[in-house]
C-alpha cells in the first residue's frame, strides 16, 4: 500500500452527487491508482477532490510578499499612530450612521 494524505470526510449522510464526464485513459489510471491504495473508486476520487480543496484554501489564506516588502509592512505595523487632521472630527461626526451587522 502507498502512503498517503488524508483530509477528514464531513461526517453524516452523504447526500450530495457530482457525475464526472472523463476520458477512458483517466478513468484507467483512476482505477488502478485506487486498487493500488486500497480505496474504492469514489473514495479515491472524493479524496483527491477534497485535498485539492483544501490545498486552494490554504493558498486563497496565505499572503506572500518579498522579505523586503514584509518587513517593511511589520515595521508600518509596529510604528507608533499617527494623529491624522481631521479624522477624529470626522469619526465623531459619523458616530451612529454605521451599525455592525447583526
Not at 474504492?40 to 472524493?46: G, L, M, P
Amino acid at each position: 500500500m502507498f502512503a498517503l494524505e488524508t483530509v477528514t470526510p464531513t461526517p453524516g449522510k452523504m447526500e450530495a452527487r457530482k457525475e464526472v464526464r472523463m476520458h477512458r485513459a483517466d478513468e484507467e489510471r483512476i482505477r488502478a491508482a485506487a486498487a493500488a491504495t486500497g480505496l474504492q473508486e469514489a473514495d479515491f476520487i472524493r479524496q483527491a477532490a477534497l485535498l485539492r480543496a483544501q490545498e486552494v484554501e490554504q493558498r486563497m489564506s496565505l499572503s506572500i510578499l518579498p522579505i523586503e516588502t514584509f518587513e517593511a509592512f511589520k515595521a508600518a505595523v509596529d510604528a507608533p499612530g499617527k494623529k491624522v487632521a481631521g479624522l477624529a472630527r470626522a469619526a465623531k461626526a459619523t458616530k451612529g450612521i454605521l451599525k455592525d451587522a447583526d
